[in-house]
């Protein structure tokens, strides 16, 4: 179908006349002598087919007079706080993005959870976790059918770095009991303003804080 089938159609319909019907002409009241004519029905359509085709609308202008805030603040980019790390390695990034509160809170809510599934559970550390969390990260760029598959007695199939980083039985207790907040606290979904993000909204608060002592954003918002 041609472009100018599609035009035809709009008009017949008048589909282009409800568009500009609400636009002032120059002949109303209000002043538009400032107003530039924009668009032209009749080559907009190019062959009309109603009767309507001297109709000329006008845009009007309408200038925002956009006041942007008096942007005060550091250099942007990275903060002191991380420009001033004695050892810049990615688990001394990690930790400064994430907070050592956040990640004993973790290892806190993790022994917490197992307890209260009454199962056998060997209380964990912070660096423990975080070599769960690593596993985890690498996992996601290693895939294999299942998680347990990362311990498969063939050489073919086993991944020496995971399987040797931590045992299958102490992952998959870590991975049942990995928490952030108390179960035993979670509010009853028929409540009011019961929120679904309980068991993360500890988390997702205490990066939102962490990040802006990390870096300076920029007032272009880049």
């Given at each position: 179908?041609?472009?100018?089938?599609?035009?035809?159609?709009?008009?017949?319909?008048?589909?282009?006349?409800?568009?500009f019907?609400?636009?002032?002409?120059?002949?109303?009241?209000e002043?538009?002598?400032?107003?530039?004519?924009l668009?032209?029905v009749?080559?907009?359509?190019?062959?009309?087919?109603?009767?309507?085709?001297?109709?000329?609308?006008?845009?009007?202008?309408?200038?925002?007079?956009?006041?942007?805030?008096?942007?005060?603040?550091?250099?942007?980019?990275?903060?002191?706080?991380?420009?001033?790390?004695?050892?810049?390695?990615?688990?001394?990034?990690?930790?400064?993005?994430?907070?050592?509160?956040?990640?004993e809170?973790?290892?806190?809510?993790?022994?917490?959870?197992?307890?209260?599934?009454?199962?056998?559970?060997?209380?964990?550390?912070?660096?423990?976790?975080?070599?769960?969390?690593?596993?985890?990260?690498?996992?996601?760029?290693?895939?294999?059918a299942?998680y347990?598959?990362?311990?498969?007695?063939?050489?073919?199939?086993?991944?020496?770095?995971?399987?040797?980083?931590?045992?299958?039985?102490?992952?998959?207790?870590?991975?049942?009991?990995?928490?952030?907040?108390?179960?035993?606290?979670?509010?009853?979904?028929?409540?009011?303003?019961?929120?679904?993000?309980?068991?993360?909204?500890?988390?997702?608060?205490?990066?939102?804080?962490?990040?802006q002592?990390?870096?300076?954003?920029?007032?272009?918002?880049?």
């Amino acid at each position: 179908m041609s472009m100018n089938r599609y035009r035809n159609i709009a008009y017949d319909h008048g589909l282009i006349q409800a568009i500009f019907e609400d636009i002032p002409s120059g002949s109303e009241e209000e002043d538009t002598s400032d107003d530039e004519t924009l668009v032209d029905v009749d080559r907009l359509t190019e062959e009309p087919t109603t009767p309507d085709s001297d109709f000329q609308p006008r845009w009007r202008k309408r200038i925002y007079d956009v006041k942007l805030a008096h942007f005060q603040g550091e250099q942007p980019g990275p903060s002191s706080a991380m420009t001033d790390l004695t050892e810049i390695t990615p688990s001394a990034v990690f930790v400064k993005l994430v907070g050592i509160e956040m990640l004993e809170s973790i290892v806190y809510q993790t022994s917490l959870c197992a307890i209260q599934k009454g199962k056998p559970f060997k209380h964990t550390t912070d660096r423990e976790l975080k070599i769960f969390l690593g596993m985890n990260l690498l996992m996601g760029m290693k895939k294999q059918a299942s998680y347990q598959d990362y311990w498969y007695t063939d050489p073919y199939f086993r991944d020496n770095y995971n399987a040797n980083a931590m045992n299958r039985d102490r992952f998959t207790c870590f991975f049942l009991s990995n928490h952030i907040s108390d179960n035993y606290n979670m509010p009853n979904r028929n409540v009011p303003n019961y929120d679904r993000l309980y068991k993360i909204i500890p988390l997702i608060e205490h990066l939102n804080k962490q990040f802006q002592t990390c870096y300076n954003p920029s007032n272009t918002g880049h």
